[in-house]
């Protein structure tokens, strides 16, 4: 959790550093008064976020967002938390992908890109593998899933220039199959992960939450010609 949050501010203490400071677009901050888009000197081309509930959770996680207009963006989001400890019979285990298509609601002539309330459309899918302790008494559980489709909604609130604050929430169809597993210890390959019985697989299927997001968002701006 703490390298994914460092990363991103490093990215940005770097980018702060490196671009001149005549470069910085202050147009792009939404004023007072409402600023056009012909008024602006620059706009937001892409963004980079980390969704910090479950950075929280220890599910490492980044994503990343194109423009594509005013009014459409498009992004993909990773997630790749790989961790265990054996001793205490917890594991972390979980690489997806996420890609997620949006349209920007509001005045686009005054907002600012990728700013404000959206809704989009989202699928994916990844593998998992949960045990919790002794919350589940050393038995964890292996998978994989599918979002077949996902409606989103969300409000990305502009911080400063370029650090922004996205909430957002999916709901889509995801089905997702997996074994049930106890841990075994002091065998003659050591502690390892035993599945009862192997030929009996379990589905979960419906309409259930495909995310829930605070995401620390750092956008990246494109001076236009005049």
């Known amino acids: 959790m703490k390298k994914t949050i460092c990363a991103i501010f490093v990215i940005a203490l770097f980018y702060g550093t490196i671009v001149p400071a005549s470069a910085v677009c202050d147009a792009c901050m939404r004023k007072s008064t409402p ?3 012909a008024d602006s000197s620059c706009t937001t081309i892409a963004a980079i976020r980390t969704n910090l509930l479950y950075d929280a959770l220890t599910i490492a996680n ?28 917890i594991t972390v285990q979980m690489p997806a992908f996420c890609a997620e298509f949006r349209y920007w609601l509001g005045d686009r002539e005054v907002m600012p890109r990728m700013t ?3 809704a989009g459309l989202q699928t994916g899918a990844g593998y998992y593998d949960f045990q919790l302790g002794q919350l589940t008494q050393g038995k964890g559980v292996q998978g994989s899933f599918l979002l077949a489709g996902a409606l989103t909604a969300g409000y990305v609130q502009q911080i400063s220039n370029s650090l922004r604050i996205e909430y957002s929430f999916g709901l889509g169809y995801l089905s997702s199959d997996y074994v049930q597993y106890n841990s075994v210890r002091n065998t003659a390959y050591g502690d390892i992960k035993v599945i009862p019985h192997p030929w009996e697989k379990h589905r979960i299927s419906g309409l259930l939450p495909s995310k829930a ?7 990246f701006d494109k001076r236009q010609k005049k």
């Open 35 to 37: 600023v056009t888009s």
């Open 213 to 219: 997001s605070v995401s620390l968002v750092w956008a």
């Open 116 to 118: 404000g309330f959206f």
């Open 62 to 89: 980044f994503g990343l967002e194109l423009s594509l207009g005013k009014r459409f963006s498009i992004g993909a989001e990773l997630y790749f938390p790989w961790w265990r400890n054996a001793a205490k019979d």
